[in-house]
């Protein structure tokens, strides 16, 4: 994959999830997709948080060092404290958090040249599993929700529910 189409696949995920993020009432986006699961607003702090760790090991290869992962190998408590840290926080000023920190991470991004970034002309694996197959993924997850809440007769009362992709 080129830079460009990592970009636009990366805005492709993105874009649906956050505006559908803000399309919902703070208890809609609160609301889990399931028993004992995360809410879309747990979800996005969680994308939240590992995009600031890609910012980092992006800066971290502009500068030419190697990335130190390990500090980030306890998924469990890293996406716990992510969530914890943003449960509180009004959900437009969350939203408002997260366009920045993606910004800041596509500036980052655009700052690697390409000598530094690219492997054979192509992005590395390693961005491409943390961004755009981890956003992806978490992508499906709230497309799922959507078509349950549409099922079910979901959000009747309330903020919107955006179709994603």
Known sequence: MTRDEFTQAFEADFDPLISLLQSLTPAQAAQPFAEGQWSLRDLAAHL????????RALEALMRGEAFDWTAYSDRD???AEAVR???NTPLK???????ITHFAL???LARVPD??????????????VAVTEHYRHHTEQAQAWV??????GGFESGGGL???R
Do not use: C, Y
């Open 48 to 55: 939240l948080f590992r995009d600031t760790i890609v910012i």
């Open 85 to 87: 840290r943003h449960r």
């Open 93 to 99: 000023r969350f939203v408002s958090e997260w366009r």
């Open 106 to 108: 596509m500036e980052s």
């Open 162 to 164: 955006t179709v994603l």
């Open 77 to 79: 408590a890293d996406n």
């Open 115 to 128: 000598e530094k970034l690219l492997d054979d002309g192509k992005i590395p694996q390693w961005l491409l």
């Open 147 to 152: 078509e349950r809440m549409k099922r079910e």
